[in-house]
C-alpha cells in the first residue's frame, strides 16, 4: 500500500496544502510546531477515523475557521483509490472513490498504516489500558468488523455498570436484567477474545524476530495475552459459556465495587524480555526497541492478513534512537512506505527519496 498524496485545508495550522510522496522514505523536516504531525495526524485519522492527538475534533479546525476537509490518493492491490473526510459544524462526511460512507467502521481498514510517535515508548512502562488500546486500533485495520463488535461490547457493560450502581446503592432492580448484560456481553466478548488471542501470538512472533535481529541475537522478545479465559478454547460458542461462568462468578464483589471486574476491558498483553517481565525489568533502551519491534511487527502482520505492507508513519521518533536502530528501520525498508518528522534531516537524509521542508503550515519540496 502506498499513498501518493495527501490534501488539507482548514486543518490545524494548515490554510491549504497538496503533498506528493515518493514510494520509499519521505522525509518532513522542520522546527518543531510548523506542522510536520499535522500531515501525520491527518494520515492516520484515515487508518484509526480519528485523531491520535485530541478527543474533540473541534479541536483540529484551523483558528478561526468553520470546519476542515481532508483527503489522500493511495494504492493498494485492488487500484487507485481516494478517500475524503471533512467536518463542519456537527456534519462529518465521510466519502471513498467519491462514495458516501455512512459508518466509522466502513472506513477504518480501507488505508492501512502504522503509527510510532514519542508516546509510544510509555507502551511497554505503562499499564494496561495502553496495551489493550494498541491491540485494539491494530485489530480494528485488520478485522473492521472488530471495532463494531467492541462498540457493542463497551455498550453492554456500560449498561451492566450501571446496574451495578444501582445495586451498590441500595436501589432496586430486577437482577434478571444484569444476567442478561453479561450474556450480551459474552456474546462480544467471544469474538474479542478470538480474534486477540490469535493476533497476540502472530504479533509475538514477528516482534520476536525483530528484536532478536535488532539485538544482534541477546534479547528474546515473547508476548502472552492475559485474559480470564483459563484454558484453551477454539470454538466461539465455548468462549461464551466460558464469559458467561466468569461474568455470574462473584456478583456480590461486583455489586460492592459498583463497576464489572471481569472481562475484555480488563485483559493485558504480557512483555518479556528474556523470560522477565519487561515492564520491571528492561532498561530504557531495551523499551525502546522493544516498542520499535512492536511497531515493525504490526506491519508484518497487516501484510500477513491483507498481502500488503501499510504506510509507516514515524512522527519524531527516529532522534530517540540510537544510529544502529535508525539504521534498521531504514536500510531494510524493502517494499515498505515510510513517512518520517524530524527536526534535523542528516538523521535519515541518506534513505530520503523525497524531502519537504515545513514552515507554519506551508510545505515545500526540497528534493527528489
Known amino acids: 500500500m502506498i499513498i501518493n498524496r495527501f490534501s488539507a485545508k482548514n486543518f490545524r495550522n494548515i490554510e491549504e496544502c497538496d503533498i506528493e510522496f515518493s514510494p520509499g522514505v519521505n522525509l518532513l523536516y522542520g522546527k518543531n510546531a510548523q506542522g510536520k504531525t499535522n500531515v501525520i495526524e491527518g494520515i492516520y485519522?484515515?487508518?484509526?477515523?480519528?485523531?491520535?492527538r485530541c478527543d474533540n475534533e473541534r479541536d483540529l479546525i484551523k483558528y478561526e475557521k468553520d470546519g476542515f476537509n481532508l483527503s489522500i490518493e493511495y494504492k493498494d492491490k485492488s487500484g487507485e483509490n481516494e478517500l475524503e473526510y471533512s467536518l463542519y459544524g456537527k456534519e462529518r462526511r465521510r466519502k471513498k472513490n467519491g462514495y458516501k460512507i455512512n459508518k466509522l467502521y466502513e472506513m477504518i481498514g480501507s488505508f492501512k498504516s502504522v503509527l510510532f510517535y514519542p508516546d509510544d515508548l510509555s507502551l511497554v512502562k505503562n499499564g494496561p489500558e495502553e496495551r489493550r488500546n494498541f491491540i485494539n486500533v491494530a485489530l480494528s485495520q485488520c478485522y473492521?468488523?472488530?471495532?463494531?463488535?467492541?462498540?457493542?461490547?463497551?455498550?453492554?457493560?456500560?449498561?451492566?455498570?450501571?446496574?451495578?450502581?444501582?445495586?451498590?446503592?441500595?436501589?432496586?432492580?430486577?437482577?434478571?436484567?444484569?444476567?442478561?448484560w453479561s450474556e450480551s456481553m459474552a456474546e462480544y466478548a467471544s469474538f474479542i477474545y478470538l480474534l486477540r488471542e490469535e493476533y497476540v501470538?502472530?504479533?509475538?512472533?514477528?516482534?520476536?524476530?525483530?528484536?532478536?535481529?535488532?539485538?544482534?541475537g541477546?534479547?528474546?522478545?515473547?508476548?502472552?495475552?492475559?485474559?480470564?479465559?483459563?484454558?484453551?478454547?477454539?470454538?466461539?460458542?465455548?468462549?461464551?459459556?466460558?464469559?458467561?461462568?466468569?461474568?455470574?462468578?462473584?456478583?456480590?464483589?461486583?455489586?460492592?465495587a459498583g463497576t464489572s471486574?471481569?472481562?475484555?476491558?480488563?485483559?493485558?498483553?504480557?512483555?518479556?524480555?528474556?523470560?522477565?517481565?519487561?515492564?520491571?525489568?528492561?532498561?530504557?533502551?531495551?523499551?525502546?526497541?522493544?516498542?520499535?519491534?512492536?511497531?515493525?511487527?504490526?506491519?508484518?502482520?497487516?501484510?500477513?492478513?491483507?498481502?500488503?505492507?501499510?504506510?509507516?508513519?514515524?512522527?519524531?521518533v527516529l532522534s530517540e534512537l540510537d544510529e544502529d536502530r535508525r539504521n534498521y528501520v531504514l536500510r531494510g525498508i524493502g517494499e515498505r512506505q515510510i513517512i518520517i518528522t524530524a527536526c534535523d534531516p542528516d538523521e535519515c537524509r541518506k534513505y530520503t527519496e523525497t524531502e519537504i521542508d515545513v514552515l507554519e503550515g506551508k510545505y515545500v519540496l526540497t528534493h527528489r
Open 201 to 216: 501470538k502472530k504479533i509475538s512472533e514477528h516482534s520476536k524476530k525483530i528484536l532478536f535481529e535488532i539485538s544482534d
Open 144 to 180: 473492521p468488523s472488530y471495532i463494531k463488535n467492541y462498540a457493542d461490547y463497551k455498550n453492554a457493560l456500560e449498561n451492566r455498570n450501571c446496574i451495578l450502581k444501582f445495586l451498590q446503592k441500595g436501589m432496586y432492580v430486577d437482577e434478571r436484567e444484569l444476567y442478561a
Open 218 to 256: 541477546k534479547e528474546d522478545l515473547s508476548l502472552i495475552y492475559k485474559s480470564n479465559i483459563e484454558g484453551v478454547f477454539s470454538e466461539r460458542e465455548k468462549i461464551k459459556e466460558e464469559y458467561i461462568k466468569i461474568f455470574n462468578s462473584d456478583i456480590e464483589r461486583e455489586k460492592a
Open 45 to 52: 485519522l484515515f487508518s484509526r477515523g480519528k485523531s491520535f
Open 261 to 316: 471486574l471481569f472481562g475484555p476491558h480488563r485483559d493485558d498483553v504480557e512483555v518479556l524480555i528474556n523470560g522477565k517481565k519487561a515492564r520491571i525489568f528492561a532498561s530504557q533502551g531495551q523499551q525502546r526497541s522493544i516498542v520499535l519491534a512492536l511497531k515493525l511487527a504490526e506491519g508484518e502482520v497487516i501484510r500477513d492478513i491483507s498481502g500488503e505492507y501499510p504506510v509507516f508513519l514515524f512522527d519524531d
